[in-house]
């Protein structure tokens, strides 16, 4: 069974950094893209940026471009988003799905940035 | 440009049928697109990829009452016998070369 779990909800301040977890199993974590997808309160599904594990080939969304860093680590089967100046706007829902055509989402990470 | 275009809202009685619609932007009517159920307060669950043909791949565990279908530039996603439960947000999902992912805005479904 094809499963992604993410890390746990996160709280932190303004100005901090963060990086959190998507952990693949069931499946080869190198031969399929994962995603990255906001979701803020009542909104809909936003993009962020896409990795491909197995080679590092990675896309961002310009809205995201430089905000945040995606990475993957095939030997633990985890792809990461890092934030290193955190705002009070990156509060939002944050989930990692598996492939172009999206077949499988994680649970979700819940970020709040507030002072 | 690759853009999808879903309605705001749909709405059918308890154990009846609703349709949901996913539109493609001109130029790119043979693009396949993926579905995706939001109920309240839970994160996306994948329902289905349906391509230019009609035919469709579910996901693992999606019941007989989610079909699709696709007409031209159009995608359908066809929930028969509605539940209580189907009550959730419905997004259409595309990709591209250049970008990725494009997601549609979401249509609202309501069980009256």
């Known amino acids: 069974e094809v499963q992604l779990v993410q890390s746990g909800a996160e709280v932190k301040k303004p100005g901090e950094s963060l990086k959190i977890s998507c952990k693949g199993s069931?499946?080869?974590?190198?031969?399929?893209?994962i995603g990255w997808v906001r979701q803020t309160p009542g909104k809909g599904l936003e993009w962020m940026g896409i990795?491909?594990?197995?080679?590092?080939?990675?896309r961002y969304n310009p809205s995201f471009q430089g905000q945040v860093t995606i990475s993957a680590d095939t030997s633990i089967s985890t792809a990461y988003l890092q934030w290193t100046n955190l705002r009070a706007s990156d509060t939002a829902m944050y989930y990692c799905?598996?492939?172009?055509?999206?077949?499988?989402w994680g649970q979700g990470t819940l970020v709040t940035v507030s002072s | 440009q690759l853009v999808v275009t879903q309605s705001p809202s749909a709405s059918a009685p308890l154990g009846a049928s609703v349709n949901v619609t996913c539109t493609v932007s001109?130029?790119?009517?043979?693009?396949?697109i993926a579905w995706h159920q939001q109920q309240p307060e839970k994160g996306p669950r994948y329902l289905m990829k349906?391509?230019?043909?009609?035919?469709?791949t579910k996901g693992d565990g999606i019941p007989d009452r989610f079909s699709a279908s696709s007409s031209g530039a159009e995608r359908y996603l066809i929930i028969s016998s509605l539940q209580s439960d189907d009550e959730a947000d419905y997004y259409c999902?595309?990709?591209?070369?250049?970008?990725?992912?494009?997601f549609g805005s979401g249509t609202k479904v309501t069980v009256l």
């Open positions: 001109s130029g790119h009517s043979n693009y396949a």
């Open positions: 069931g499946y080869r974590f190198s031969n399929y893209w």
């Open positions: 349906v391509n230019s043909d009609g035919s469709h």
């Open positions: 799905a598996r492939s172009r055509v999206i077949d499988s």
């Open positions: 990795i491909y594990p197995g080679d590092s080939d990675t």
């Open positions: 999902q595309t990709w591209g070369s250049a970008t990725p992912y494009f």
